[in-house]
């Protein structure tokens, strides 16, 4: 669903964030720049150790601001880190849960730090648990849940509050096929019901399917940014290409990376 | 305050659910106290030990192992489990206090010192041991020993919130751990030797056992008692007031 509007869910304004290392700082994001209008599924793609974790990081108040600025919900993410987080949900990398709370411990406790009151967060919860199909399992204990289960579960954790901007940070790494079609239609349902989603990926196939637009960020940099389709047409005429390239040919003409076939493998290589 | 609560009782259950963690916080102290009385009782037989006030030299011993118990730390092993699996970035992506963080794991240690303190002192109620100064003296020992239990977790705590590492932070405890020695352990501060004297002047950890022993062995002595709490109260404002800032500071 894509429904742009004035007001954009997420900006971001020559974003930098640097760490203090022994040997001077790392730069981990050098500049990002990004637009996500409200009502969009935005895919924020990259390599391993791009920055999108840091970017995610950054704009869901985790981590400090070196330089730049950020506004998520039209709000100042340095300045108003409290509002911010009233309108936010999130899902990192980790699925970080408590592994000793049941699901339902866990998804009534999140509601009750967001302000439900107790009716409220018992009936939240059992909505929530019933849209990501938990229910069953919600008494028990998260430490005996599959991978899948916990996507889900974390998932449902950061929509206790019915966030106007969900971010969710690579939601279906690890996950077998089964699992990421069923993590997927939950990020088209939270979408429909009107949430603008951030989705960081390292799955092309993932962005192709679920993002309205996306951003490719390489080396603290964006280095590009549009529909799937224009992403596409725009490597077939630049290239001048005889076929219709893949979000995968984006990727790796966007990153500088290319493939070569050894032994049977796919490799990737940096050019 | 009522979000450190709900975490408050969130790490209740998590430490209700993980029985082989509570289990040698009550375990290991009962063994010091057991194996320390089975050394030394007989050099300071009840009847004539002056410093025993006619109790048996297990008496003498209680306070150690109440501290003991108490030193454990646990909340500080739960927080960077916490941090390595995601669950604290969760946390501080919600609108809370970063306080409330460390508050509530602070108010779980001190709920779970207290029923610590009450078992081993009924424990040793049955084997014989009187606590001198009575109910009231019974119910200030336990919150005593519960408050030592939020000080020792405090400071851990800082050491997990600085390296972020469950290795670290087990090692930290290191750090700490001596000073339960440096103390009058076996006997009073003015039978020491010289130097272990000045030593265990100088150790706070001191003035929170004679407080203890002085409940048990004498009625109220305030002048024992008051050091105690005034120990786990400036210790305990100091450690709360670093876990803030550091939490605060969190990146």
Redesign the interface.
């Known amino acids: 669903m894509n429904t742009p509007s004035a007001s954009p869910a997420v900006e971001a304004e020559g974003l930098v964030k640097h760490y203090p290392a022994k040997n001077g700082d790392i730069e981990a994001v050098r500049g990002v720049d990004l637009r996500v209008d409200a009502g969009e599924v935005f895919g924020f793609l990259g390599p391993n150790g791009a920055g999108k974790s840091t970017t995610v990081k950054m704009l869901t108040t985790l981590l400090s601001i070196t330089a730049g600025s950020a506004r998520v919900a039209g709000l100042d993410v340095a300045g108003e880190p409290d509002a911010v987080r009233h309108r936010i949900g999130v899902a990192l990398q980790e699925a970080g849960l408590d592994p000793r709370q049941t699901g339902r411990e866990l998804v009534t406790l999140q509601a009750r730090l967001f302000g439900l009151s107790a009716p409220d967060a018992a009936t939240r919860t059992e909505e929530l648990l019933e849209l990501v199909e938990l229910e069953d399992a919600a008494d028990r204990q998260i430490k005996g849940y599959s991978g899948g289960m916990k996507r889900r579960l974390d998932l449902a954790s950061a929509l206790v509050h019915r966030p106007e901007v969900l971010f969710l940070d690579e939601p279906t790494t690890g996950l077998d096929p089964a699992s990421r079609l069923t993590v997927w239609d939950e990020v088209r349902r939270i979408n429909e019901r009107g949430t603008t989603v951030f989705l960081t990926t390292q799955y092309l196939e993932e962005a192709d399917a679920l993002c309205d637009r996306l951003a490719i960020i390489d080396d603290g940099r964006i280095v590009r940014e549009g529909t799937p389709t224009s992403l596409k047409q725009d490597l077939r005429d630049r290239l001048a290409l005889d076929h219709d390239p893949t979000l995968d040919d984006v990727f790796l003409d966007a990153t500088g990376r290319t493939r070569r076939r050894e032994a049977g493998d796919v490799q990737e290589v940096k050019a | 305050m009522s ?1 450190a609560w ?2 408050g009782q ?1 790490a209740i ?2 430490a209700w ?2 029985p082989d963690a509570l289990i040698p916080t009550l375990f290991i102290p009962l063994f010091f106290l057991v194996v320390n009385v089975g050394q030394a009782a007989r050099i300071f037989p009840g009847r004539t030990t002056e410093f025993l006030y006619g109790q048996g030299y297990g008496a003498f011993q209680v306070p150690a192992s109440l501290l003991l118990a108490s030193s454990f730390g646990m909340a500080a092993l739960f927080l960077v489990e ?1 941090i390595e ?12 206090p970063r306080t409330a963080i460390v508050v509530g794991r602070l108010i779980a240690e001190g709920t779970k010192g207290l029923f610590i303190a009450a078992a081993i002192l009924v424990l040793a109620m049955i084997f014989g041991v009187e606590i001198a100064s009575g109910v009231l003296g019974f119910v200030l020992l336990v919150v005593l020993t519960a408050g030592w239990a939020v000080v020792f977790a405090g400071l851990m705590q800082l050491i997990a919130l600085k390296t972020r590492s469950a290795a670290a932070t087990n090692s930290g405890s290191l750090i700490f751990f001596p000073l339960l020695f440096l103390t009058p352990n076996f006997v009073p501060r003015d039978l020491l030797t010289r130097p272990m004297e000045i030593a265990a002047t100088l150790n706070p950890v001191t003035y929170v056992m004679e407080a203890l022993r002085s409940l048990i062995l004498q009625d109220f002595v305030w002048g024992d008692i008051l050091p105690g709490f005034l120990v786990v109260a400036v210790v305990g404002a100091i450690a709360l007031a670093l876990n803030v800032r550091m939490i605060n500071h969190y ?1």
């Open positions: 979000q709900l975490l969130r259950r998590e659910r993980t916490e699996g995601g669950y604290f970035d969760k946390l501080r992506a919600a609108p809370i990146d």
